[in-house]
């Protein structure tokens, strides 16, 4: 039955005919083929092989092995010597040399309560314009005077408890110029 199915679809298969390049293709590949063949043999004389024989069981030669012994040997000594040199050398010595600074504690004046004058200037000017006071940018500038009094009175609890150190002085004075360009801010609302 198989060789029945097969038989019918090789009979509906469409025909092909190849291009006629195809068969030049094809013909000058015979004709090289043909070609080779006709070719003439070359039969090499006995010594040829009696010298490849030879060559293929003599031992084999030790060529510049002693070169590359001793450039091993040299690097190797080399490096040892300058690892010897460098150790051993008295004439470097390493010192640690460093220095300590005190501060006089006068030159950090505390100059940071100058402006209070100022708030309470700004204190009895809302008692009079209590409607400006009242205004909520007004408030929103005083919770930001408010949040800078606390981060003071931290910075000077913490000078207390631990000096005045530079980074304090430095901490207080940015939160001085806040505060003051604040101020500055609410008496130009009033």
């Known amino acids: 039955m198989s060789d029945k199915h097969l038989k019918d679809g090789l009979r509906r298969l469409p025909e092909y005919t190849p291009d006629g390049r195809v068969w030049e293709n094809i013909d000058s ?11 003439p043999t070359y039969e090499p004389p006995e010594t040829i092989w009696e010298n490849i024989s030879t060559e293929l069981h003599a031992k084999p030669r030790v060529r510049r092995l002693w070169r590359r012994v001793a450039a091993v040997a040299a690097m190797f000594l080399l490096t040892i010597g300058t690892y010897w040199w460098t150790m051993s050398n008295d004439s470097i010595q390493e010192k640690i040399i460093y220095a300590t600074e005190t501060i006089d504690s006068g030159i950090f004046q505390e100059d940071w309560n100058t402006d209070e004058d100022g708030f309470q200037e700004l204190a009895k000017l809302c008692s009079q314009k209590v409607f400006v006071c009242k205004q909520p940018s007004f408030q929103i500038l005083k919770g930001e ?8 009175a931290s910075i000077e609890a913490a000078m207390k408890k631990y ?16 505060r003051s360009k604040v101020l500055k801010e609410m008496f130009a609302m009033i």
Do not use: P, S
């Open 29 to 39: 590949e015979l004709h090289l083929q043909t070609a080779i063949e006709q070719l």
């Open 145 to 152: 005077i408010d949040e800078l009094n606390d981060a003071k």
């Open 163 to 178: 000096g005045k150190q530079a980074e304090f002085i430095l901490q207080m004075k940015d939160i001085e110029q806040e």
